[in-house]
């Protein structure tokens, strides 16, 4: 399908998330990944911050309002809490966590999957798989859209993520030794 993948490997899409385990013989299935440079303890608050806005065009699903571009320290993801909040209001929900590693939602009647693997030395891989049962009409349309709202979204998380791992390493190299 067009727009069924961006930023994905092959073996990335072949492997199982959790979100599969919630949708049975899925009329779509998108990937969408992105290599960020700062480990997966540097990607993970901000993958459980989408609690508080969806990172992506901000303009378009947030009412204008922007994303919090700083950590709000918020305690860990719970099952069962709403997954985001978009145009002020609270939306979807939280189906599986293992903090650190994946956040598994449902939003609009789509399944998704945040995965962080860790790459390299410092690196992660941050994938999201969205897995729907929908017509495959209506499912072209989805897989254009969230193509467009998900790499933005992955290259907000990207950024801040970044941003925040490098901030904390200049910091830590101006404390001195003991």
């Not at 590693?101 to 999957?113: E, N, V, Y």
Request: hydrophobic share 40%; net charge positive.
């Amino acid at each position: 399908m067009f727009g069924d993948r961006w930023g994905v490997t092959d073996s990335e899409t072949k492997r199982s998330y959790p979100c599969d385990e919630f949708v049975v013989a899925p009329a779509l299935q998108l990937w969408r990944g992105v290599r960020v440079a700062a480990p997966p303890t540097a990607v993970w608050p901000w993958v459980a911050q989408i609690r508080l806005a969806p990172y992506s065009y901000d303009w378009i699903d947030n009412l204008g309002r922007r994303s919090p571009q700083r950590l709000a320290g918020l305690p860990e993801p719970q099952v069962g809490e709403p997954f985001t909040t978009a145009a002020g209001r609270k939306q979807g929900r939280i189906l599986s966590i293992d903090p650190g590693r994946q956040l598994t939602a449902t939003i609009m009647g789509a399944f998704m999957s945040y995965v962080l693997v860790p790459h390299d030395r410092d690196d992660t891989r941050l994938l999201l798989k969205v897995t729907m049962r929908v017509n495959p009409w209506i499912g072209l349309a989805l897989s254009v859209g969230d193509l467009v709202m998900a790499r933005r979204q992955l290259l907000n998380l990207k950024h801040l993520a970044e941003r925040e791992h490098r901030q904390g390493l200049d910091e830590s190299a101006l404390e001195p030794p003991r």
